[in-house]
């Protein structure tokens, strides 16, 4: 699984808009801060205001701005409103569309490992973000086995 680039583009406005949660921002300025392309940035605010995550206002002094509170908004929910559901495999969409799914080895593997990127995804929101980060509990929650790639905590950074 790999996070696209519109995926990546919905993150970076909802955390400026996260640093100023009752503002209107204007677009322009969003795209020049956070270096994202007009053509994108029209594309990823259309599905997140679809999404109700963020609000758009026309004309002068108009803008972006967020529809919720930074600490409402889940990365999870970024992400999903512009990549649509996330799947680690189409086993997991729902019951039979995999024909092997009640009898595959590896659908419980893929159940448990999607309900911890789940738990991740949801557990970090907006708000954490516009905070630098600094709000987020680098330990990682249980899950890998002791040795296995992704184990390691990852660096506090500036907090």
């Not at 995999?98 to 949801?122: M, N, Q, S, T």
């Amino acid at each position: 699984m790999q996070l696209t680039r519109e995926g990546d583009y919905a993150v970076r406005v909802m955390v400026e808009l996260a640093g100023a949660p009752r503002a209107i921002v204007p677009g322009r300025l969003i795209q020049r801060r956070q270096a994202i392309p007009p053509a994108h940035m029209a594309k990823v605010v259309q599905a997140l205001r679809r999404a109700g995550l963020v609000r758009t206002w026309r004309g002068a002094g108009g803008g972006v701005s967020l529809a919720l509170a930074p600490a409402e908004i889940t990365l999870r929910r970024v992400i999903e409103a512009v990549e649509g559901p996330i799947h680690l495999n189409r086993c997991l969409i729902g019951p039979g569309v995999c024909p092997r799914d009640r009898f595959c080895p590896v659908y419980p593997v893929w159940r448990r490992v999607e309900a911890l990127l789940f738990g991740e995804l949801d557990g970090v929101t907006m708000a954490d973000l516009a905070q630098g980060g600094c709000a987020i509990d680098p330990t990682p929650r249980p899950g890998p086995r002791p040795g296995s790639r992704g184990t390691e905590p990852v660096e506090p950074g500036r907090c």
